[in-house]
């Protein structure tokens, strides 16, 4: 079941959320996650892969959101149908598209479409009742050096309650230069 959110869950973990009714925002639960970090010196290449089901009773329009100070390389969002939404840059004109095709005087979209900085947002339209949507997100980060003489990535999987319905694996590869 999808789970209601509060606060401000953009920037806990990425996600698919969703407007429903007075101003409010849910969030689709994912059945897998896995997490794949390649490791170079000073900079990591993360790829996300997600695996939803649109368990609402109703077709959605959604937005994807990643917390990131990172640069995202490529998005990719793939509908048991076929359809296909394939981006790494999401114009404004697609915000607006997204929030004229909700309710009339539904406003929690608003949010979801606000300049907020490091949040990668890239809108999916349509997402048919029990569609399940595969999503791939790759992002390159610069590691922040240490004093303690290690670099760091932090991995922003702080998921409300409900919303993991499915594993979590994290995989790392470390190249060394050699």
Do not use: W
């Not at 290449?45 to 077709?59: A, G, S």
């Not at 005087?105 to 029990?130: C, T």
């Not at 004093?147 to 409300?160: A, C, Q, V």
Request: glycine share 8%.
């Amino acid at each position: 079941m999808d789970s209601k959110i509060s606060a401000d869950p953009l920037l806990g973990a990425p996600g698919i959320f969703y407007p429903e009714g007075k101003g409010n925002i849910r969030q689709l639960p994912f059945k897998a996650l896995l997490i794949e970090a390649e490791f170079y010196i000073g900079q990591a290449f993360v790829t996300y892969r997600f695996q939803y089901k649109n368990t609402t009773k109703k077709n959605i329009s959604a937005m994807f959101a990643l917390p990131t100070e990172g640069s995202v390389a490529h998005f990719q969002a793939v509908f048991q149908d076929g359809r296909m939404v394939d981006t790494a840059i999401v114009a404004n004109d697609d915000f607006e598209s997204l929030k004229k095709s909700s309710k009339k005087g539904d406003e929690s979209l608003g949010r979801l479409a606000e300049p907020i900085p490091d949040l990668f947002r890239a809108p999916i339209q349509n997402i048919k009742k029990g569609d399940t949507i595969d999503v791939t997100v790759q992002v390159l980060e610069e590691l922040e050096f240490q004093p303690d003489l290690r670099y760091h990535l932090n991995l922003r999987t702080r998921f409300p309650p409900g919303i993991q319905d499915g594993a979590i694996s994290i995989q790392f590869r470390i190249h060394t230069g050699r």
